[in-house]
């Protein structure tokens, strides 16, 4: 089983429509992000989470919420989805206190298509 | 604030040929480097790290990368590419002090393989 799941892995929807797009891990760690890839500007950070109470923006948050609910559940929230928000969307997740890998570990995307 | 170059979009190598994708770096402090690769349909993977040590790293599936402090690079080699390895190619580089909580990536290069 993935240890970085996320659901959907594919969604279309209309203008101005809340979207909410889930990540969960297995993986026990406290840090998780969130990220868009667009053809040609690679990965850009949405928000970030180091723990349940934890949560930031990255350089790209307008437009966008989360909800880190548990250790291992982050959610990314689209309030009124508009057409330049389609994309490849990625959770991440770390540990850096595991010392030997401090390393973000990815999820396998989801999709989004906003019409 | 720290970016990441990535020089080129696209290339295009034989099978059987060597390989090397270049990534320049931009961080005032001692960073840290990885190379993720992303397969059709498929989320990041990490290839290689490089956190302090031996300037030279070895990664997954044959892959290398040198570190060198004095051109602000971090390429990515490997002696003999084979068809699998036809993916995008992303470098990124972490903020030392707090790990790799904010990775900034290049905007990648897509790679092809001819037979």
């Known amino acids: 089983d993935a240890d970085v799941t996320q659901t959907p892995r594919n969604r279309i929807t209309k203008t101005g429509k809340r979207i909410m797009l889930e990540c969960s891990q297995t993986?026990?760690?406290?840090?998780m992000y969130w990220y868009r890839q667009d053809p040609g500007l690679g990965l850009r950070l949405i928000y970030y989470?180091?723990?349940?109470?934890?949560?930031n923006k990255g350089e790209i948050s307008d437009g966008y919420s989360v909800s880190r609910q548990a250790q291992a559940k982050f959610s990314l929230s689209l309030e009124s989805a508009i057409p330049n928000q389609t994309a490849l969307y990625f959770c991440a997740t770390s540990d850096p206190s595991s010392g030997s890998t401090d390393t973000q570990y990815f999820g396998p995307g989801t999709r989004l298509t906003v019409l | 604030a720290q970016s990441v170059t990535q020089p080129d979009i696209h290339i295009t190598v034989s099978e059987g040929a060597s390989l090397e994708l270049r990534c320049n770096y931009s961080?005032?402090?001692?960073?840290?480097l990885f190379w993720y690769v992303q397969s059709p349909g498929q989320g990041l993977q990490l290839l290689l790290k490089?956190?302090?040590?031996?300037?030279l790293v070895q990664g997954i599936k044959g892959f290398e990368a040198e570190f060198k402090r004095s051109q602000s690079s971090f390429n990515l080699r490997k002696p003999s590419v084979h068809w699998s390895d036809a993916a995008e190619y992303f470098c990124a580089v972490g903020t030392a002090s707090f790990g790799n909580e904010k990775l900034t990536f290049g905007t990648g290069t897509r790679l092809t393989i001819i037979p």
């Open positions: 993986k026990g760690h406290d840090r």
């Open positions: 989470s180091f723990d349940v109470k934890d949560i």
């Open positions: 961080y005032g402090a001692t960073p840290y």
């Open positions: 490089y956190f302090s040590g031996d300037t």
